[in-house]
């Protein structure tokens, strides 16, 4: 079952409809009962940091049911009611909830500081004390928790951001609370769950045609390789054909010698079911020109790279893009993003979820904010937060093969909005699996993860018969 992801609001109005309900204490039960699978017999001495709102109502809570239990437990809302000398076994933060908005200061940063200068567990209730639960921007200082238990349903502060960073293994409680009276809201974890319904293994009487065909325009002088890898990661997708159009001349990928090699124009002019355009195009009058046809197609199409960089500098391309009708796919970091948007890429890290919706809503685009915890936002509005992936993704070429592999999906058919949130938790979870083979985090590189993702998609596939 799909994961659906809150904002604030959307849990306030949860919150208030269940409002004769005793949610606090359901809360407190639920982190109590999770707060003594992570102490033991021997260790009992629990510190309960508490602040002034319902979060801190949530711990007081806790506290009383641990001494209930037999722990020691101190509680505390200042450091001075910390009791000296004691090695803690637990740490349970409820100091600020989800409504925190101001940087966290004073004499509760002191509280903070204490809390992470501890070697024990740390449980954070809802979310880490100094993170916002909309954006996951620490907000001054945050707790580093080694597990959160959050209310009611995940949020994207927990997921994207600084959030996975403080919040360590995260669990759900609803409280009990009825679904039907959860409203769903707008996002969701990617997942293949979510698309379970569309992913469909071959017939057997199958032939290369009816997977489609791509091609992948860039590779300027210098920068084939980029393009190279967009292509071999479009091929081992499952994509029919697939033509790399390369503005520098070569006739053969030894590598890859399935992949046919075309001028850029004669690629376009191929009946073809998908375009990838950007890894490494250039920033040329020729990469302007190989643009606008592209965005004047009514072709499918994953704008990555330089082809951003492109529109971000000419307003004709913009609106050329913003007409299309056919599906759009971005796919910024934060600084494309921000140039994009003609904002700082501070001001984009600021609120991922925000900025996304802008790039999609600007451009008529299903949207990828790339980072920790990748933003996606359907041309419909639906948001997606990725948790696959990990720091070895911070390499070149990750974006090149990214794109390859959503080509691939765009020349299999799926829509535009599928292919984006399958394509990029797939990208993250090859990656995952590097790491677990022991290629990565470190020097990993993105040619390594084009087998494990074409091995996991066949996962996928032939968990749907």
């Given at each position: 079952?799909?994961?659906?992801?809150?904002?604030?609001?959307?849990?306030?109005?949860?919150?208030?409809?269940?409002?004769?309900?005793?949610?606090?204490?359901?809360?407190?039960?639920?982190?109590?009962?999770?707060?003594?699978?992570?102490?033991?017999?021997?260790?009992?001495?629990?510190?309960v940091?508490?602040?002034?709102?319902?979060?801190?109502?949530?711990?007081?809570?806790?506290?009383?049911?641990?001494?209930?239990?037999?722990?020691?437990?101190?509680?505390?809302?200042?450091?001075?009611?910390?009791?000296?000398?004691?090695?803690w076994?637990?740490?349970?933060?409820?100091?600020?909830?989800?409504?925190?908005?101001?940087?966290?200061?004073?004499?509760?940063?002191?509280?903070?500081?204490?809390?992470?200068?501890?070697?024990?567990?740390?449980?954070?209730?809802?979310?880490?004390?100094?993170?916002?639960?909309?954006?996951?921007?620490?907000?001054?200082?945050?707790?580093?928790?080694?597990?959160?238990?959050?209310?009611?349903?995940?949020?994207?502060?927990?997921?994207?951001?600084?959030?996975?960073?403080?919040?360590?293994?995260?669990?759900?409680?609803?409280?009990?609370?009825?679904?039907?009276s959860?409203?769903p809201?707008?996002?969701?974890?990617?997942?293949?769950?979510?698309?379970?319904?569309?992913?469909?293994?071959?017939?057997?009487?199958?032939?290369?045609?009816?997977?489609?065909?791509?091609?992948?325009?860039?590779?300027?002088?210098g920068?084939?390789?980029?393009?190279?890898?967009?292509?071999?990661?479009?091929?081992?997708?499952?994509?029919?054909?697939?033509y790399?159009?390369?503005?520098?001349?070569?006739?053969?990928?030894?590598?890859?010698?399935?992949?046919?090699?075309?001028?850029?124009?004669?690629?376009?002019?191929?009946?073809l079911?998908?375009?990838?355009?950007?890894?490494?195009?250039?920033?040329?009058?020729?990469?302007?020109?190989?643009?606008?046809?592209v965005?004047?197609?009514?072709?499918?199409?994953?704008?990555?790279?330089?082809?951003?960089?492109?529109?971000?500098?000419?307003?004709?391309?913009?609106?050329?893009?913003?007409?299309?009708?056919?599906?759009?796919?971005?796919?910024?970091?934060?600084?494309?993003?921000?140039?994009?948007?003609?904002?700082?890429?501070?001001?984009?890290?600021?609120?991922?979820?925000?900025?996304?919706?802008?790039l999609?809503?600007?451009?008529?685009?299903?949207?990828?904010?790339?980072?920790?915890?990748?933003?996606?936002?359907?041309?419909?509005?639906?948001?997606?937060?990725?948790?696959?992936?990990?720091?070895?993704?911070?390499?070149?070429?990750?974006?090149?093969?990214?794109?390859?592999?959503?080509?691939?999906?765009?020349?299999?058919?799926?829509?535009?909005?599928?292919?984006?949130?399958?394509?990029?938790?797939?990208?993250?979870?090859?990656?995952?699996?590097?790491?677990?083979?022991?290629?990565?985090?470190?020097?990993?590189?993105?040619?390594?993860?084009?087998?494990?993702?074409?091995?996991?998609?066949?996962?996928?596939?032939a968990?749907?018969?």
């Amino acid at each position: 079952m799909s994961q659906p992801v809150y904002l604030t609001h959307d849990i306030r109005r949860i919150e208030q409809a269940n409002s004769s309900l005793p949610l606090m204490e359901r809360a407190g039960a639920a982190a109590a009962e999770l707060a003594i699978t992570l102490l033991t017999d021997k260790g009992k001495d629990v510190l309960v940091l508490a602040g002034p709102g319902n979060n801190g109502g949530d711990a007081k809570v806790v506290a009383r049911l641990l001494k209930e239990r037999f722990f020691r437990v101190s509680l505390a809302s200042k450091i001075e009611e910390i009791p000296e000398g004691t090695h803690w076994n637990l740490v349970v933060d409820g100091l600020f909830g989800i409504g925190l908005t101001r940087p966290v200061e004073g004499a509760h940063a002191k509280l903070v500081e204490y809390a992470n200068a501890q070697s024990c567990p740390i449980l954070a209730l809802d979310i880490p004390s100094g993170l916002h639960s909309d954006t996951g921007q620490v907000l001054g200082s945050a707790v580093r928790a080694t597990h959160t238990i959050t209310f009611l349903g995940l949020k994207p502060g927990l997921l994207t951001l600084d959030g996975p960073d403080h919040c360590g293994d995260v669990s759900v409680s609803g409280l009990d609370i009825k679904s039907d009276s959860l409203n769903p809201g707008h996002g969701w974890v990617a997942e293949p769950a979510l698309f379970a319904n569309i992913l469909k293994p071959r017939a057997r009487n199958f032939h290369k045609g009816m997977a489609g065909s791509v091609a992948v325009i860039g590779g300027a002088a210098g920068m084939a390789g980029a393009a190279l890898l967009a292509s071999r990661a479009a091929l081992k997708l499952g994509a029919g054909r697939v033509y790399a159009g390369l503005l520098e001349e070569l006739t053969l990928d030894p590598g890859a010698p399935e992949l046919m090699l075309r001028h850029p124009d004669d690629a376009l002019g191929l009946d073809l079911d998908a375009i990838v355009i950007g890894p490494g195009l250039g920033q040329g009058e020729r990469a302007e020109t190989l643009l606008g046809a592209v965005l004047a197609s009514d072709i499918p199409c994953v704008l990555d790279a330089d082809a951003l960089n492109l529109i971000a500098g000419n307003e004709d391309l913009r609106k050329a893009c913003a007409r299309r009708s056919a599906d759009t796919v971005i796919t910024p970091h934060p600084a494309e993003a921000a140039r994009l948007l003609a904002l700082k890429t501070s001001d984009v890290q600021a609120d991922r979820l925000k900025a996304a919706r802008n790039l999609s809503q600007n451009l008529n685009a299903h949207a990828l904010l790339k980072g920790n915890g990748s933003i996606i936002v359907a041309r419909d509005g639906h948001w997606f937060i990725n948790t696959s992936g990990n720091p070895g993704m911070a390499s070149a070429g990750m974006g090149d093969a990214l794109a390859g592999i959503l080509g691939a999906l765009l020349a299999q058919k799926y829509s535009g909005e599928t292919s984006l949130v399958l394509g990029t938790h797939l990208h993250g979870c090859a990656a995952d699996e590097c790491v677990r083979a022991g290629a990565g985090p470190v020097g990993l590189t993105a040619a390594e993860l084009i087998d494990p993702a074409r091995r996991i998609w066949n996962q996928w596939v032939a968990c749907t018969t």
